[in-house]
């Protein structure tokens, strides 16, 4: 039975629109979008309080590591996370990893995320999501100094559709590597980028992640390019498309040079909570707003975050015009995947879900602490 939905605003070509009813075919494709000043006086429309938009599009995830929720402290710091991570991972069986990544999932689809770009170290949890109504694009992540072997990661990509293989970052993976595994799936990659200002130190020989290095006796074959932003402007193909995430530390010229070198090709994915959860650091969005760059969101891991909420992260956020902050969450998203043909808008001949956000503040138009999503189809 077709649906007839409206609610105080919907999200149409990225503004806000109010009085809009969305007409819904029975397999979820919108098939008529039309305004009404009279919207009570139509028949059989369905009426939610709220902001409706499209299902939202998670840019970064490590679904795989959901069983870890709490186990790491917060604030720490990079350094002590990462470390964290690397003592308390073993300590868990599959099944608790298995249970842990289908609640997870079971739970971002609730609350309306329609497609994930998914960051995975082996396949546990690929049957979960092969199952899911999610849409995953899964990126098995290549690191490791002393990893010179891509032909393992490689295989297992191979085995799976909607998977490939990305490097984990510019720090943690040596040049040739680098460079063959984004010449190899230049259609998507996905960087952990700038997270900690020891990652551009690295390049000037100081810092801790140098020291530790150092002391670790692991050289890096990587550090004439000077800079993260140069290697990454000089070894990802410019034809394709690549997410780099966190950047908390990335400056204008970082950016600046990447966006010259790529011609726009990239999507900067900022996860505020896990930022804050870490390290108390904040994601440049006035810099990339000022810059007129694409700009996603994603939710990282429940290692790193309380909860996978978009709602939560688009909060974090501050003072970003709502519009634009639900753009980050659907549509800029989907265009970075490559699945904006059928999902990250309200449009005609589009199945892209609808989500319902209530709890906002409609005077200001600002998300408030009461603010959820949940999905309506």
Known sequence: MKRRIASHYALIDERLERNIIVDVDNDGTISHIHRSENIDREASVEFYPGILIPGMVNAHCHLELSYLRGAIAEGGGYATFASEIGRVRGGFSNEERLRAASIADAMMWEEGVEAVADIANDDLVMPIKERSRIQYKTMFEFFGLNNHDTAPLENLASQYKDASATPHSTYSVQDREFKAICSKYRELLSLHFLESENEALLY??????????????????FLEYGSPARRVSECVPSEGHILLVHNTCATASDVTSIEHMLKGHTTWVLCPESNRYISNLCPP???LEQMRVSIAIGTDSLASARRLSMVDNMRLLGNVPLERLLSYATINGAKALGIEATKGSIEIGKRPGLVIIEGVDFATMTLTDESRSYRLL
């Open 204 to 221: 000037e020989n100081r810092g801790s992640l140098h020291d530790w290095y150092q002391r670790m006796g692991w050289a890096c074959d």
């Open 285 to 287: 969005v006035g810099l």
